[in-house]
């Protein structure tokens, strides 16, 4: 196989300390606050870290690697207007609907909500969330 000498490639470790606490933050800032399942995932759809209420019946792993194609399809059409990025995605459904929010470059968030969560509230545990985990690997 040959690669390109300008190529990168992501290269991030997570040790069980990290991931607890990260695990932790999806819990108590979003799970509690009313979100039905929240997925830290990277920019190749695979799970990183994973809560829900308990009553989550949704295929996760599909949804992440959906999720990060749909991503980067809006990260090019941001290009195309003359945008740096779109920095989060937002998918309104009849029951449930759906958050993106970037963590950093390397990494989405995704929230699945329904009507019972407003999108302001949502918006700002999200917020804290990512700062959060921002700082566990700072």
Do not use: P
């Not at 997925?39 to 209420?53: C, W």
């Not at 019972?116 to 700002?124: K, P």
Request: with cysteine; proline share 0%.
């Amino acid at each position: 196989m040959v690669y390109e000498d300008d190529m990168t490639f992501t290269d991030y470790t997570l040790g069980q300390e990290e991931l607890e606490r990260i695990e932790n933050i999806l819990e108590e800032d979003l799970v509690k606050s009313g979100v039905h399942s929240v997925l830290l995932i990277d920019m190749a759809g695979n799970i990183i870290a994973q809560r829900d209420n308990g009553s989550c019946d949704h295929d996760l792993y599909s949804l992440a690697a959906l999720a990060s194609a749909n991503f980067a399809a809006v990260d090019t059409m941001a290009k195309i207007v003359g945008e740096e990025e779109f920095s989060l995605l937002f998918h309104k459904g009849e029951s449930e609907s759906i958050h993106f929010s970037k963590v950093n470059t390397e990494f989405l968030l995704i929230t699945i909500f329904g009507k019972e969560v407003s999108l302001g509230l949502l918006r700002l545990k999200v917020a804290e969330a990512v700062q959060k985990i921002n700082d566990v690997w700072a």
